[in-house]
Nanobody, 122 residues
Framework: QVQLVESGGGLVQPGGSLRLSCAAS????????MTWYRQAPGKQRELVAT???????NYADSVKGRFTISRDNAKNTVYLQMNSLKPEDTADYYC????????????????WGQGTQVAVSS
């Protein structure tokens, strides 16, 4: 069994910073990509940033230059450093990981965390 647990959300003023973490635990054999999504009230879930196993990154245009995704493979953890936060960044943030639980190719699948709330308001 695999669990992804996010942490680090909270209330912050515009222009402030937060660092989100997402740790995968349980029967994790190998992790490929790790991705952050967000969903604001009344809106569809959108991709924020993704990082490959080799460290290649991609960002949504709305967060480029403000957010940085990184990962610690030894800890099976992905981070999202969020700077210069804006009210429009307010959302529930979710991480996912495409991983395998054994050497078998059949065990590769995407797992999701439960989400962490980020609120940007004065």
């Amino acid at each position: 069994q695999v669990q992804l647990v996010e942490s680090g959300g909270g209330l912050v003023q515009p222009g402030g910073s937060l660092r989100l973490s997402c740790a995968a635990s349980g029967s994790v054999f190998r992790i490929n990509s790790m991705t952050w999504y967000r969903q604001a009230p009344g809106k569809q879930r959108e991709l924020v940033a993704t990082i490959s196993s080799g460290g290649s990154t991609n960002y949504a245009d709305s967060v480029k230059g403000r957010f940085t995704i990184s990962r610690d493979n030894a800890k099976n953890t992905v981070y999202l450093q969020m700077n210069s936060l804006k009210p429009e960044d307010t959302a529930d943030y979710y991480c996912n990981a495409f991983l395998s639980t054994t050497q078998s190719m059949t065990t590769w699948r995407t797992y999701w965390g439960q989400g962490t709330q980020v609120a940007v308001s004065s």
